[in-house]
């Protein structure tokens, strides 16, 4: 009679689990803005995570708690602590327990101070800025590429091309495939670790 009563405990707390796994991946999704249906979706993800939580989650394990690539009935704490701070929780626990507070509906996080590569349009131009006194001018090519048009008091140089997801006031920017005119060998580039960058939007050139 007590193994039953245990049994039907652990269902049930597996169950729950299960859900609040399903509408964390919602959450996640939501935060991130952008459907996660295909494989590329899954690389997108782990790179913005890996940017904006400085830590990382395979590609594969994130298809396994999506149920793309079968279903992770046992992911590990640290992943889902992860998770749920990139949907702006504490951890896991408390994403849980809002969860039970408000029942199915989910409240909507916006990213404030925050532009998405996907809102820029072809030639639209960035100043950013960093301590103590860097300075960068970048323009949009499309396809998640930047090209550096001016640089001041920084190792990026003009005529850089790279790649960014997005560009967070007040948080490092992490520059993935960046190219020097002197060198084609892609490396990666991190302005503003301590403080972070500010963003100014300039009025594209005519």
């Known amino acids: 009679m007590h193994r039953k009563i245990s049994d039907r405990k652990t269902f049930f707390r597996t169950m729950n689990q299960t859900n609040s796994i399903k509408q964390l991946c919602k959450q996640v999704a939501a935060t991130a803005n952008f459907e ?3 494989p590329i979706d899954f690389e997108r993800l782990s790179l913005i995570i890996m940017q904006r939580r400085h830590s990382t989650i395979s ?7 999506w149920g793309y690539a079968g279903q992770d ?3 590990r704490r640290q992943t889902l602590d992860l998770l749920a701070q990139f949907a702006g929780y504490k951890d896991f626990s408390a994403f849980e327990a809002a969860l039970s507070c408000q029942g199915d509906s989910q409240s909507q996080l916006f990213l404030s101070d925050t532009i998405s590569a996907e809102e820029l349009k072809q030639g639209d131009r960035l100043l950013l800025t960093w301590k103590p006194d860097r300075k960068c ?9 930047f090209r550096v048009d001016k640089a001041e008091n920084t190792k990026l140089s003009v005529g850089d091309t790279f790649e960014s997801l997005f560009f967070i006031n007040h948080e490092p920017l992490y520059i993935n495939k960046l190219i020097h005119l002197s060198s084609p060998t892609p490396v990666s580039y991190v302005a503003g670790k301590r403080d972070g960058i500010i963003i100014t939007p300039l009025t594209p050139d005519l």
């Open 36 to 38: 996660i249906s295909t």
């Open 59 to 65: 590609v594969s394990t994130l298809k396994r708690l």
């Open 73 to 75: 009935t046992n992911p």
């Open 137 to 145: 001018e970048i323009t949009y090519l499309g396809n998640h590429q």
